[in-house]
């Protein structure tokens, strides 16, 4: 069992880090404040090659691998836990186009996507379902070459700032559940296509919102896939996200106890640092120990996609376990920092509302327990 990188890997991951610590630390708190990315940066990492590198050579990716898109999103969040989803979308939605898509139209968007050019958003989740995806009402009807879209998509990351979504609506009849379901690329210029944005506690910079779709045509040769495919289109990419998800939140963990072991030790009370005190050092090693061991899941995880083996039930674990064990982690740090702590002059607050979300978006933690549940005792023995 090797755990080491390859020179390519560490080569990109250096990278990344630098980039993160030089340019994207210091905008962290700016960003959550202004709500908005800065597009020049989101340029910068992508012609680094910092976006989606596990996409193909003839796209404009760099052909590095699964393991290689985890060490880079596991570097920039560590500084920007926000602009770090924008690999998150970018490799989510780039395998979906490059698996799906016909070459025109991928050869038209990817390229742009990888160099940062533009951002793609996931527009699956609808008012009355979220997790129960096969339940999708957005209706999408064909009229000659082209579908008219009619419908509401709802909690979209990055709803109002992505220049194109995939949308997943029904081509089926209602009783044919996740069978009836489509996915189109739709640009986000065309007519009949109204934006919303919700105000949220965390993740402010990529932001949450709604797209509702008045008679939206769209050409048929955007469909992505055959018809009535796009349901498991969608769940084969969400394997490899939910590891992404999971370093992304583990990656914030991970600094927030290397600021606080640091702390620790320089911080004295009653004549000692506080490290001496078994009631935080103890506490700090036992975080460090869960941290350590869940990276490494996330980390098998990718090692599996890259080899083609069955992942499904570790990429569920990531992803109830990694945001949960996040959040609980950065709270413990920021206890430790006292009233410094809580305040916003330092990260830790933020980091807890960031990661937070991920806790509900992408698969709440108990769908992802079902998942491993079903893949363990049969689909039949845990209905639900």
């Keep these: 069992m090797d755990f080491a990188l390859s020179p390519e890997q560490e080569a990109i991951g250096e990278t990344a880090r630098r980039f993160a610590q030089d340019r994207l630390a210091p905008l962290y708190r700016k960003h959550d404040l202004t709500g908005q990315f800065d597009r020049s940066l989101i340029a910068e990492m992508g012609a680094l090659g910092l976006i989606a590198p596990e996409l193909p050579e003839s796209y404009g990716g760099l052909g590095l691998g699964y393991v290689a898109a985890g060490v880079i999103i596991e570097s920039i969040a560590a500084a920007d836990f926000n602009i770090a989803y924008i690999q998150l979308l970018a490799s989510l939605n780039g395998h979906i186009l490059a ?7 991928a050869g038209q968007w990817l390229p742009r996507l990888m160099r940062g050019e533009i951002i793609i958003a996931l527009a699956l989740t609808e008012p009355q ?13 064909r009229e000659g070459d082209s579908y008219v879209l009619n419908g509401e998509k709802t909690s979209i990351s990055m709803a109002d700032q992505a220049d194109a979504a995939i949308v997943f609506g029904r081509t089926g009849r ?28 965390g993740q402010r910079a990529i932001g949450r919102g709604s797209l509702i779709f008045d008679n939206v045509r769209v050409s048929a040769a955007n469909r992505l896939g055959d018809e009535g495919a796009g349901f498991k289109q969608v769940m084969q990419g969400f394997d490899f996200s939910r590891a992404l998800i999971g370093l992304q939140c583990l990656a914030v963990a ?14 004295h009370a009653f004549g000692q ?3 001496a005190f078994q009631g935080v050092s103890h506490m700090l090693a036992e975080f460090d120990t869960y941290v350590t061991a869940a990276r490494l899941l996330c980390q098998k995880t990718l090692w599996l996609k890259d080899a083609g083996l069955p992942h499904s039930a570790e990429a569920a674990m990531v992803k109830w376990w990694g945001p949960k064990l996040a959040y609980e982690t950065i709270h413990q740090c920021l206890l430790v920092h006292g009233h410094a702590g809580y305040s916003v002059d330092l990260p830790f607050e933020q980091r807890m509302r960031d990661v937070l979300g991920l806790q509900i978006g992408d698969g709440t933690a108990q769908v992802m327990k079902t998942i491993v549940a079903r893949i363990r ?8």
Excluded: C
């Design 254 to 267: 991970e600094t927030s106890l290397r600021e606080t072991w640091q702390y620790a030790q320089e911080r």
């Design 174 to 201: 209602p009783e044919d559940g996740a069978s009836g379901i489509t996915a189109l690329l739709v640009d986000m210029t065309s007519s009949g296509i109204h934006r919303g944005r919700f105000s949220d506690h």
């Design 273 to 275: 640092p506080l490290s």
């Design 99 to 105: 698996d799906h898509a016909p070459p025109e139209l």
């Design 129 to 141: 379902g979220g997790s129960d995806v096969a339940r999708l009402q957005l209706k999408m009807t």
């Design 377 to 384: 005792a049969g689909r039949k023995n845990v209905p639900y």
